[in-house]
């Protein structure tokens, strides 16, 4: 089916980045939209952080960095931002909620979905962009 393991690495790191990136940028249309209606007080202060801020930088990494890593553009550098976001967002914005959703009681409000980006972006980190992405295409064209 696949000629190298190359080709299947490359495949699955395309695979996460667009789908993960996918479910991730509706998260940052999200922040757009509440700072594009002027709700700047509705994000929560986070580790100091004030929440016009916090709202921006969860929008820039959430949108702009997801967008960028879906991409695969400098995906290793983007993917960072949004880890440690989602990693402040299941650790401390959702501390107090259930962990699980299945302990929730029909509660969305849980650390699962953040973490379960944390771990995502994480093993993007780790598998890079593969060869189906633009830094491969922009390192082909460098070549020549």
């Known amino acids: ?20 990136g996918f ?32 709202l921006w930088i969860s929008f820039l990494t959430q949108g702009v960095c997801a967008l960028i890593v879906a991409f695969g553009f400098r995906t290793r550098y983007f993917a960072i931002p949004v880890f440690l976001v989602m990693g402040a967002a299941g650790i401390v914005v959702h501390q107090n909620d259930a962990l699980f959703m299945i302990n929730a009681g029909g509660s969305v409000a849980t650390a699962e979905p953040a973490l ?14 593969g060869k189906y992405s633009l830094d491969y295409v922009l390192s082909s064209i460098r070549m020549k």
């Open 1 to 20: 089916m696949f000629k190298s393991q190359d080709q299947v690495i490359s495949l699955a790191s395309l695979t996460l980045r667009v789908g993960v």
């Open 23 to 54: 479910f991730m940028i509706s998260h940052g249309v999200e922040k757009i939209m509440l700072i594009v209606a002027g709700k700047l007080d509705y994000f929560p202060v986070v580790l100091g952080v004030p929440k016009a801020a916090g």
């Open 116 to 129: 379960l980006y944390v771990v995502s972006y994480f093993a993007i980190f780790i598998l890079g962009s």
